[in-house]
């Protein structure tokens, strides 16, 4: 049995040289915040995706805020996403006092169930929701061409949250390539930086859209609302020292430091994918053959498809014993984690009224699934480990 002297997260960034050299460099320059190398990585990050804008902003959560600030969610404006996720993705709604409604998952993809979605909105009266906020839940890049047709039939809008996404892509009905937040069938994504994310920058995130309007109204919401274009101002005679606050901003602006790390991670985000995809491979491989046909494997979400590319933030299995197997894998210092406890089932939105909500697929996923360890820098042998001591689990 092979035995390891450190523990193995779910999840963990990969810091290089070149990353540490790219942030020291920031740190020697003239901008601290909101200079050049927001810009820059703006710039290489919508490239990567396919986007025509990107807007970087201080984290995910901030990046959906600021995505319902600029479709007007207000209260009375209502919102369908999924409760598999983080809690983010649907809070960004409350934020603004709008009210979210909850869909099921389709039980393959862990992904909102565009027919359970369609049920809803032609359960109630036209014009009743008002906007979509789908999840490439574990990676899984969601048919956003499907979900756009819907979304037009009802006059909705449609959020991205793209976080567990970038480099994602599904293939469209003219077969080609859509990359998860390239903004052609989605209104607006949104993207994460944080440590377990694909691309790491301590804190941070990104919108992403090919609407120029929306782009523009990001910008200026990222920053208290305050704008100085010369060209844009109600009052343009005050002088050149005059900046105008046009509507109720936020300061959501992320540091230059980090746009530096950013960009320097972005750099490998390809590197990073291809080790994502062996490794789910490995894990496919690994279940697939009989030591795993137990009872004790319900489901794994790995098996890749040639019509896209899962982009692997997570790779899920669902168990019979959930909680038997988490705690054996910690006992051996391997941190799987569970993603997510449903989002309707948190107090906060139990105590506003989902008691009742018929959401059977995703409570059904939550009581087996579990992350297991999924990032670029997991090595082979530490792999074996984990899958050893599942075998060991799953045998008895
Ligand atoms: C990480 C994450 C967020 C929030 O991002 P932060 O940068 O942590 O604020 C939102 N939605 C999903 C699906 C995420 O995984």
């Given at each position: 049995m092979t035995t390891l002297t450190h523990a193995i997260p779910y999840g963990r960034q990969n810091i290089t040289d070149d990353d540490i050299a790219a942030v020291t460099e920031a740190l020697k320059s003239d901008y601290l915040t909101t200079g050049p190398r927001v810009d820059a990585f703006e710039e290489k990050f919508a490239e990567y995706i396919g986007a025509r804008y990107a807007v970087a902003v201080a984290n995910g959560t901030a990046a959906l805020h600021l995505c319902a600030l600029a479709l007007d969610v207000q209260p009375g404006t209502r919102v369908i996403t999924t409760p598999i996720t983080f809690a983010a993705s649907a809070n960004c709604v409350r934020y603004c006092g709008g009210e979210v409604w909850f869909a099921d998952i389709d039980p393959e993809t862990l992904t909102l169930d565009l027919e359970r979605v369609r049920q809803l909105i032609e359960s109630r009266p036209k014009g009743f929701f008002h906007g979509l906020v789908p999840v490439d839940f574990a990676g899984y890049p969601v048919d956003l061409e499907a979900f756009r047709a819907l979304a037009d039939e009802h006059g909705l809008w449609i959020i991205e949250d793209a976080c567990h996404a970038p480099g994602g892509w599904f293939t469209d009905s003219k077969g080609e390539e859509q990359w998860c937040g390239n903004g052609n069938y989605a209104d607006l994504a949104i993207f994460s930086f944080h440590p377990v994310k694909h691309i790491a920058s301590g804190e941070g995130g990104m919108i992403t859209t090919n609407d120029k309007a929306l782009y523009e109204r990001l910008k200026i919401l990222r920053t208290h609302g305050i704008t100085r274009d010369r060209g844009n101002?109600?009052?343009?005679?005050?002088?050149?020292?005059y900046m105008e606050m046009q509507q109720l901003g936020y300061n959501y602006r992320i540091p230059d430091i980090l746009c530096a790390l950013g960009t320097s991670q972005l750099s490998r985000a390809e590197e990073g994918m291809q080790r994502r995809q062996e490794i789910a491979q490995r894990y496919d491989t690994a279940f697939s053959t009989?030591?795993?046909?137990?009872?004790?494997?319900?489901?794994?979400?790995?098996v890749p498809s040639a019509d896209r590319r899962h982009a692997f933030h997570l790779y899920v299995i669902e168990v019979a014993d959930r909680r038997g197997l988490y705690d054996f894998l910690r006992d051996h210092e391997i941190y799987a984690q569970v993603h997510y406890v449903p989002v309707h089932t948190m107090p906060y939105y139990q105590d506003i009224g989902y008691e009742e909500a018929d959401l059977t697929h995703s409570e059904r996923y939550y009581s087996g699934g579990i992350s297991l360890p999924m990032y670029p820098t997991l090595t082979n042998e530490e792999q074996d480990f984990v899958i050893d001591r599942i075998k060991e689990f799953v045998r008895g």
């Open positions: 101002l109600r009052y343009p005679d005050h002088g050149g020292w009989d030591d795993f046909r137990t009872a004790n494997i319900k489901k794994i979400h790995g």
